[in-house]
């Protein structure tokens, strides 16, 4: 960890994008006593938190869903006076017989709990903490492999749906359990007792879309610019000049909140930076915003053939229907632009449905991450000693693991860790 100096000064910080990580390092940046400008490729803020206006309701494009994990999110949202409502109820859709089936908790039973339980004392401990470099030599191991030399098939039959519709991957490719597991924990279900988050005792989302609480954080900060293009970055020993399509911008110290896979052919990157962009992995994720009538409603269905097998590849993974007064739901996928755009009105059919009108397709370079063997050699380890070299910092999916909790927790434990707090005398 680089040292912090003996007597702080305001810092001038350029923060590269303006989705979740990116807006509250930002704000902990801000509220330090830093000056901080975040550059937005996009023409606005939200990453993929977009949210949407159909027919008077608010869609989520993607992170949308607060479990009873998501404290610091939690503490934004009651900072910022977000209002919250209680998610709708999961089903496992059964594809062939058209019967919509709860979850299953296979885990509560024969004990696989508790040998999670004492697993995860024994050999990552920290998994609950922001960040994935502490856990992820123990958890290397592709996740089927890992599931079946500790037991623990379980785990797979309660959590595995999910993972696969949320964006992670099929479990029977070479997902490491790392990955697996952080979902798992962050769903709440494998910790003891039920906490209560700002009055839910369970899953919670936001009232008209969870973009609205990251556009109300970029409405706090000083410099946020939108529809800005990063050019090059050149960082020295004195700084950093960051050159866009609007003109240059110089600062004291550079955050990345983009995958650096993305942000690298702009950067002038080191050889450990390119070689770690290079074993970056992510997934082809979609979502679809649609009109489809006849369909099982009011719930987030996750389709358990679609979700089994990476053969499935293209169909849709599942479905949100948020709204009884609407028609309007959000179909997710992997794969191909061609195969997810042709199979989805046959998967619609296929549940007895009618696919109406498209609204809206999106496709996400989701999850950013690294294969087992990398993570067994130590990649993550090397990542985080990037850290704070060449004036450089690094937040989002890939150092923290994809989900907006995640996110947020270790964008504000960095800023604190790397920049004091400075206060004008």
């Not at 050999?123 to 903490?129: A, D, L, Q, S």
């Not at 470099?133 to 030399?149: D, I, K, M, N």
């Not at 949320?166 to 979902?183: E, R």
């Not at 009105?345 to 990398?374: I, K, N, Y």
Request: overall charge negative.
């Amino acid at each position: 960890m680089q040292e912090l100096p003996d007597t702080a000064v305001p810092r001038a910080v350029v923060v590269v994008g303006a989705g979740p990580s990116g807006l509250t390092i930002a704000r902990e940046l801000e509220r330090a006593g830093h000056l901080v400008t975040v550059l937005e490729e996009q023409d606005t803020v939200a990453g993929k938190c977009q949210s949407v206006t159909v027919d008077g309701h608010a869609f989520d494009l993607g992170g949308h869903i607060c479990t009873r994990r998501y404290e610091r999110v939690a503490r934004l949202v009651a900072e910022l006076d977000v209002e919250t409502e209680r998610t709708t109820r999961y089903r496992v859709l059964d594809v062939e017989r058209r019967v919509a089936l709860r979850q299953s908790m296979a885990f509560l039973r024969d004990g696989a709990l508790q040998r999670y339980q004492a697993l995860r004392e024994r050999e990552f401990p920290r998994i609950g903490e922001p960040g994935l470099a502490h856990s992820a030599r123990a958890l290397a191991a592709p996740v089927g492999r890992w599931l079946a030399e500790h037991g623990l098939e379980p785990m797979a039959e309660s959590f595995g749906t999910g993972y696969t519709a949320a964006g992670y991957g099929y479990l029977d490719d070479d997902v490491p359990a790392l990955y697996f597991v952080k979902y798992a924990e962050m769903t709440g279900l494998l910790s003891d007792g039920r906490r209560e988050l700002l009055g839910h005792t369970g899953d919670f989302t936001l009232i008209g879309g969870f973009a609205t609480l990251w556009r109300r954080i970029a409405g706090e900060l000083k410099d946020v610019r939108c529809a800005v293009r990063v050019t090059s970055v050149e960082r020295h020993p004195g700084g950093v000049r960051v050159h866009t399509d609007s003109g240059p911008v110089e600062a004291d110290d550079l955050v990345l909140a983009a995958p650096l896979d993305r942000v690298l052919p702009v950067l002038d990157a080191t050889d450990g930076e390119r070689d770690l962009a290079a074993r970056i992995r992510s997934n082809a994720y979609h979502t679809t915003l649609a009109t489809a009538s006849g369909l099982p409603e009011d719930a987030f269905y996750f389709l358990d053939r679609h979700t089994a097998t990476r053969e499935a590849t293209g169909h849709c993974v599942s479905y949100h229907h948020r709204y009884p007064d609407s028609e309007v739901r959000t179909f997710y996928s992997y794969g191909r632009p061609e195969d997810v755009t042709a199979l989805l009105r046959e998967d619609v059919e296929r549940l007895g449905g009618r696919l109406d009108e498209v609204h809206l397709r999106r496709q996400w370079a989701f999850m950013p991450h690294f294969g087992s063997a990398d993570l067994a050699d130590g990649v993550l380890d090397r990542f985080e000693a990037l850290q704070g070299q060449d004036r450089t910092y690094y937040v989002g999916g890939l150092p923290a693991f994809e989900l907006i909790e995640c996110t947020v927790a270790h964008a504000q434990d960095l800023a604190r860790r790397h920049f004091q707090a400075w206060t004008a005398p």
